[in-house]
């Protein structure tokens, strides 16, 4: 049943209050010093002191003035965050009080706050097995309030899962260097190629979203399981030690051969589940990464 109006503002609202708490708390510092600007722009030219780089000294000024002065330079800072979300039927899936789609809500949240507070603009691309819903990237409180209703209430046209085309349109529709974020269950297959072309381009940032129940099953009897994308159906006896082991290992076997592509082509990426707090795997994921760039 569709949230009403009202229900949704609370929702957004709760959101907010939380994401934003975690941003001043968790990741004040680390998202400036994680994320780099695009470079170093040219700020004003002083007097040159004991200590300066003398590279940095600007001859035709210097020559004019009679002595030194130096160039001084300012990291430009500005980036533009884009936030690829994943919104095939699977990631209405959730066993344990929330979805993979509401934990990808509020990790969007968490994201694009902790962007605008360092002046950084946030875009979104939702997709599904066609692009779905493209918000140019904007700076501002209200614009961020907008991505998190769309990823919380967008109703997608399609059910299935195409990275591929989703990598394509941030490769072609992103001019300039952005980093990327894409949440997803990356259950899909084929998008090898357009992940290392989208990787070379843009920094490019892999969070996995999955549920307990995706990795291994309860003992509970027959159970029936259907694919939420393509409306395939099997019929699984839980009570079946090998049944349930033999589905565990391929869970398993899908989720070593994801992280093995995101390693061979050295793209950062992070686990999510909706029975764990997404902001522990996140804040650790910001620390190793400021720690590594340091």
């Given at each position: 049943?569709?949230?009403?109006a009202?229900e949704?503002?609370?929702?957004?609202?709760?959101?907010?209050?939380?994401?934003?708490?975690?941003?001043?708390?968790?990741?004040?510092?680390?998202y400036?010093?994680?994320f780099?600007?695009r470079?170093?722009?040219?700020?004003e030219?002083?007097?040159?002191?004991?200590?300066?780089?003398?590279r940095t000294?600007?001859?035709?000024?210097?020559?004019?003035?009679?002595?030194?002065?130096?160039?001084?330079?300012v990291?430009e800072?500005?980036?533009t965050?884009?936030?690829?979300?994943?919104?095939?039927a699977?990631?209405?899936?959730?066993?344990?009080?929330?979805t993979?789609?509401?934990?990808?809500?509020?990790?969007c949240?968490?994201?694009?706050?902790?962007?605008i507070r360092?002046?950084?603009?946030?875009?979104?691309?939702?997709?599904t097995?066609?692009?779905?819903?493209?918000?140019?990237?904007?700076?501002g409180?209200?614009h961020?309030?907008?991505?998190?209703?769309?990823?919380?209430?967008?109703?997608?046209?399609?059910?299935?899962?195409?990275?591929t085309?989703?990598?394509?349109?941030?490769t072609?529709g992103?001019?300039?260097?952005?980093v990327?974020f894409?949440?997803?269950?990356?259950?899909?297959?084929?998008?090898?190629?357009a992940?290392?072309?989208?990787?070379?381009?843009?920094?490019?940032?892999?969070l996995?979203?999955?549920?307990?129940?995706?990795?291994?099953?309860?003992?509970?009897?027959?159970?029936?399981?259907?694919?939420?994308?393509?409306?395939?159906?099997i019929?699984?006896?839980?009570w079946d030690?090998?049944?349930?082991?033999?589905?565990?290992?391929?869970?398993?076997?899908?989720?070593?051969?994801?992280?093995?592509?995101?390693r061979?082509?050295?793209?950062?990426?992070?686990?999510l589940?909706?029975d764990?707090?997404?902001?522990?795997?996140?804040?650790?994921?910001?620390?190793?990464?400021?720690?590594?760039?340091?």
């Amino acid at each position: 049943m569709p949230l009403s109006a009202q229900e949704i503002l609370k929702k957004v609202r709760r959101i907010e209050i939380r994401t934003n708490r975690l941003v001043n708390e968790s990741l004040a510092g680390e998202y400036h010093s994680v994320f780099k600007g695009r470079g170093m722009e040219f700020d004003e030219v002083r007097e040159y002191t004991p200590g300066d780089d003398i590279r940095t000294i600007d001859w035709n000024v210097t020559s004019r003035m009679g002595h030194p002065y130096v160039k001084k330079f300012v990291e430009e800072r500005e980036l533009t965050v884009v936030l690829l979300v994943d919104a095939s039927a699977s990631g209405d899936f959730g066993t344990v009080g929330t979805t993979k789609r509401e934990v990808a809500a509020e990790v969007c949240a968490l994201l694009a706050f902790s962007a605008i507070r360092n002046h950084d603009r946030v875009g979104l691309l939702i997709f599904t097995d066609r692009e779905e819903r493209y918000v140019p990237p904007r700076k501002g409180r209200n614009h961020v309030l907008r991505v998190i209703r769309e990823v919380l209430t967008f109703a997608p046209k399609g059910k299935g899962t195409n990275l591929t085309l989703a990598l394509e349109s941030l490769t072609r529709g992103i001019r300039r260097r952005s980093v990327a974020f894409v949440l997803s269950d990356f259950l899909d297959r084929g998008f090898e190629r357009a992940l290392r072309l989208a990787n070379r381009k843009h920094d490019l940032i892999a969070l996995t979203l999955s549920d307990p129940r995706e990795l291994e099953l309860p003992a509970v009897g027959i159970l029936e399981l259907e694919d939420a994308e393509t409306g395939e159906r099997i019929l699984i006896d839980t009570w079946d030690r090998r049944a349930v082991r033999r589905f565990a290992e391929r869970a398993h076997e899908r989720r070593e051969i994801r992280r093995r592509l995101f390693r061979q082509n050295e793209i950062d990426f992070v686990e999510l589940s909706t029975d764990h707090p997404y902001d522990v795997p996140l804040v650790r994921f910001f620390h190793d990464r400021a720690r590594r760039l340091r």
